[in-house]
């Protein structure tokens, strides 16, 4: 039996749904993504009765605010989630492979930030944009995908739609913040150190990140491919529900706080000119085109910080091989590519009826 657990579970009366308030638990409560899931839960007025905010004994009785009022943080322990209708884990793939199963028994639904059961076939991993008809198979657990993933699939779609994708090269140029708490306090410790005129000192990074990049994401695989970068791969065909689709990923760590960039390279399966792929992203749900070179307006990490929509821009044709675009995505990874995802997931399901 998969740890999702062994049926489907029945969708609950549309308006008993309308009227319900949840209690909601939040695994990683003090973490860079966990801390974004309460902020979007206010900001987009989710249905919450009570928010159980939980993290490791480091933070016991640590106080966070919701709606003006503050939480105290518990410790993430056995009987954590007893009478949680709905639980987001944030706190990375150790601690979700121990408590979703325990919190699925407790009668959560869980949407899980880590990677632990995304590969799970009985584990739907979900972009809403993109696939928001997989929810319907949930049985306890929705996984949601690496941020590099979700920002490149919701720009993906449209052109899946229309033209079939035959293969994807991307390069990523990814925030420190997608490493949490410990990558953001190593650029910001080095940037100081560097302006004071001292050496950087190396801390979550196996190198300095400060004015520099590391072509290294995620542990290294007897390939030669980062596990980031096999993620993507794995990730955009179960997406997609397409194993045709190829996909080859670079991802790079680069010196910026919030916010990933891409770029990206599309062989489609029928032709699509810039122009018409420019019209279909503007259409599409998520995706802000910002791509006037003339004016010098091209998405960037700096303005993209912060808020929730995919921008694609740099879109243009590709004449070295058949059927090819390049284009640049950039997304806050900790919005869209995790913490606005997983709430936009929980949504759906109460729309659906399926929580
Ligand atoms: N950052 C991103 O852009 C991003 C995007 C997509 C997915 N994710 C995934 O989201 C998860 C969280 O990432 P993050 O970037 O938010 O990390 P983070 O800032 O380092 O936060 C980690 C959180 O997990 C908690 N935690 C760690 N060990 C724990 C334990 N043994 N028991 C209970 N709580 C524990 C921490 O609590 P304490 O504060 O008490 O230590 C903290 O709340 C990871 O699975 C990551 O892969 C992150």
Not at 87 to 111: L, N
Not at 180 to 200: F, H, I, N, Y
Not at 302 to 322: F, K, Q, S
């Given at each position: 039996m998969s740890e999702a657990g062994p049926a489907a579970r029945p969708a609950a009366a549309p308006d008993r749904a309308a009227t319900r308030r949840y209690t909601v638990a939040i695994a990683?409560?003090?973490?860079v993504v966990g801390g974004t899931v309460r902020a979007i839960l206010e900001e987009r007025a989710f249905p919450v009765g009570e928010l159980r905010l939980l993290a490791s004994e480091r933070s016991r009785g640590a106080q966070l605010a919701f709606k003006g009022a503050p939480v105290e943080v518990q410790v993430?322990?056995?009987?954590?989630?007893?009478?949680?209708?709905l639980a987001f884990f944030a706190a990375g793939g150790p601690v979700s492979k121990e408590f979703v199963p325990q919190a699925v028994a407790a009668g959560a639904v869980v949407i899980d930030?880590?990677?632990?059961?995304?590969?799970?076939?009985?584990?739907p991993l979900v972009v809403p944009e993109v696939n928001?008809?997989?929810?319907?198979?949930?049985?306890g657990i929705i996984a949601t995908p690496n941020c590099s993933t979700i920002q490149m699939v919701v720009a993906l779609k449209p052109i899946y739609d229309a033209a079939g994708i035959e293969r994807v090269v991307v390069s990523t140029y990814q925030s420190v913040s997608g490493s949490g708490k410990r990558g953001v306090d190593d650029l910001d410790r080095q940037a100081r150190e560097w302006a004071a005129g001292q050496a950087c000192s190396n801390g979550f990074?196996?190198?300095?990140?400060a004015f520099n990049l590391l072509p290294h994401i995620d542990s290294f695989l007897d390939d030669g491919a980062t596990k980031e970068e096999q993620k993507m791969v794995d990730e955009t065909v179960k997406i997609f529900g397409d194993d045709d689709i190829r996909v080859t990923a670079t991802c790079v760590r680069v010196p910026v706080f919030g916010a990933h960039s891409e770029a990206v390279n599309v062989q489609t399966r029928r032709a699509l000119p810039a122009d018409e792929a420019r019209r279909l992203f503007a259409a599409a749900p998520g995706i802000e085109v910002v791509d006037e070179p003339a004016a010098l307006r091209y998405p960037m990490p700096l303005d993209a910080e912060g808020t929730d929509p995919v921008y694609v821009g740099r879109i243009r044709d590709d004449?070295?091989?058949?059927n090819c675009l390049n284009f640049w995505v950039v997304a806050d990874n900790l919005r869209k590519g995790a913490a606005l995802n997983a709430v936009q997931i929980a949504e759906t399901l109460v729309a659906k009826g399926l929580l």
């Amino acid at each position: 039996m998969s740890e999702a657990g062994p049926a489907a579970r029945p969708a609950a009366a549309p308006d008993r749904a309308a009227t319900r308030r949840y209690t909601v638990a939040i695994a990683g409560a003090t973490g860079v993504v966990g801390g974004t899931v309460r902020a979007i839960l206010e900001e987009r007025a989710f249905p919450v009765g009570e928010l159980r905010l939980l993290a490791s004994e480091r933070s016991r009785g640590a106080q966070l605010a919701f709606k003006g009022a503050p939480v105290e943080v518990q410790v993430l322990e056995p009987g954590a989630f007893d009478g949680v209708d709905l639980a987001f884990f944030a706190a990375g793939g150790p601690v979700s492979k121990e408590f979703v199963p325990q919190a699925v028994a407790a009668g959560a639904v869980v949407i899980d930030k880590s990677s632990a059961f995304r590969a799970d076939p009985a584990v739907p991993l979900v972009v809403p944009e993109v696939n928001a008809d997989h929810l319907a198979r949930h049985k306890g657990i929705i996984a949601t995908p690496n941020c590099s993933t979700i920002q490149m699939v919701v720009a993906l779609k449209p052109i899946y739609d229309a033209a079939g994708i035959e293969r994807v090269v991307v390069s990523t140029y990814q925030s420190v913040s997608g490493s949490g708490k410990r990558g953001v306090d190593d650029l910001d410790r080095q940037a100081r150190e560097w302006a004071a005129g001292q050496a950087c000192s190396n801390g979550f990074y196996p190198h300095q990140i400060a004015f520099n990049l590391l072509p290294h994401i995620d542990s290294f695989l007897d390939d030669g491919a980062t596990k980031e970068e096999q993620k993507m791969v794995d990730e955009t065909v179960k997406i997609f529900g397409d194993d045709d689709i190829r996909v080859t990923a670079t991802c790079v760590r680069v010196p910026v706080f919030g916010a990933h960039s891409e770029a990206v390279n599309v062989q489609t399966r029928r032709a699509l000119p810039a122009d018409e792929a420019r019209r279909l992203f503007a259409a599409a749900p998520g995706i802000e085109v910002v791509d006037e070179p003339a004016a010098l307006r091209y998405p960037m990490p700096l303005d993209a910080e912060g808020t929730d929509p995919v921008y694609v821009g740099r879109i243009r044709d590709d004449d070295t091989a058949p059927n090819c675009l390049n284009f640049w995505v950039v997304a806050d990874n900790l919005r869209k590519g995790a913490a606005l995802n997983a709430v936009q997931i929980a949504e759906t399901l109460v729309a659906k009826g399926l929580l």
